[in-house]
């Protein structure tokens, strides 16, 4: 069955690091997102890809974090400097094309951050 | 405003109950539903999609959508403690970012 491959699954990182983060959709979805969640919430989109496109980053802080799908296949999500606010749960998620309309989207594992 | 709502709860429920599940959302051009199950610490699994009013029926599931109220819900018959997690609702128009809300923890007692 095609999966969401995201890793690492777990990440400590100590603040003022940098941190990386690596997802790889389902083959030949076009649509790839970045969520974080923090615990109690519901997942915020970060960015959304369409191939290799930034189609949203409006909730993306800028200053320090950056994310790239070069190929329009995997993508990477990175933080520099972390810090302590940035510990949460970061989903990647992808989704076929479809006319008119993004479909379903099917998550990876997601990555834990604890920045310390 | 919040554009997706849901009640956090939780919800409790005995076993072999009907649990329902309610989300409202404030973009009236909204055209994708989705219900996802989390399971705590895991990542969201989808369950279903609805795009037309109505209702659409899976397994034990039933998604409900009424978009004249902006009201979409999910229904879980026979519910079962494995049923136990946080649903979330999402939502989205066209191409446009899939926004979730916060998520309704459902409690199944045996």
């Known amino acids: 069955e095609a999966e969401v491959a995201q890793s690492p699954r777990y990440k400590i990182t100590e603040k003022s690091q940098a941190v990386a983060f690596w997802c790889d959709p389902i083959s030949g979805h076009a649509t790839l997102y970045w969520y974080r969640q923090i615990l109690g919430q519901g997942p915020e989109l970060l960015v959304q890809f369409q191939d290799e496109s930034v189609v949203d980053d409006s909730q993306l802080p800028k200053d320090r974090f950056s994310a790239e799908r070069l190929k329009g296949v995997d993508s990477t999500l990175k933080i520099q400097p972390a810090e302590l606010g940035d510990s949460a749960m970061y989903l990647c998620?992808?989704?076929?094309?479809?006319?008119?309309?993004?479909?379903?989207?099917?998550f990876g594992q997601g990555t834990r951050l604890t920045v310390v | 405003q919040k554009e997706v709502e849901q009640n956090s709860g939780p919800l409790s429920v005995p076993e072999g109950a009907i649990a329902s599940l309610n989300c409202t959302y404030s973009?009236?051009?909204?055209?994708?539903f989705f219900w996802y199950r989390q399971y705590s610490g895991k990542s969201p699994e989808l369950i279903m999609f609805i795009y037309s009013n109505g209702d659409k029926e899976d397994g034990r599931f039933t998604a409900q959508l009424n978009k004249a109220s902006q009201y979409v819900s999910l229904l879980i018959r026979d519910s079962q403690p494995s049923d136990s997690a946080t649903y979330l609702c999402?939502?989205?128009?066209?191409?446009?970012?899939?926004?979730f809300g916060k998520g309704t923890m459902l409690l199944v007692s045996p």
């Open positions: 999402a939502v989205n128009r066209g191409y446009s970012t899939l926004t």
């Open positions: 973009d009236r051009g909204s055209q994708s």
């Open positions: 998620a992808s989704s076929p094309r479809k006319t008119g309309m993004n479909t379903e989207a099917f």
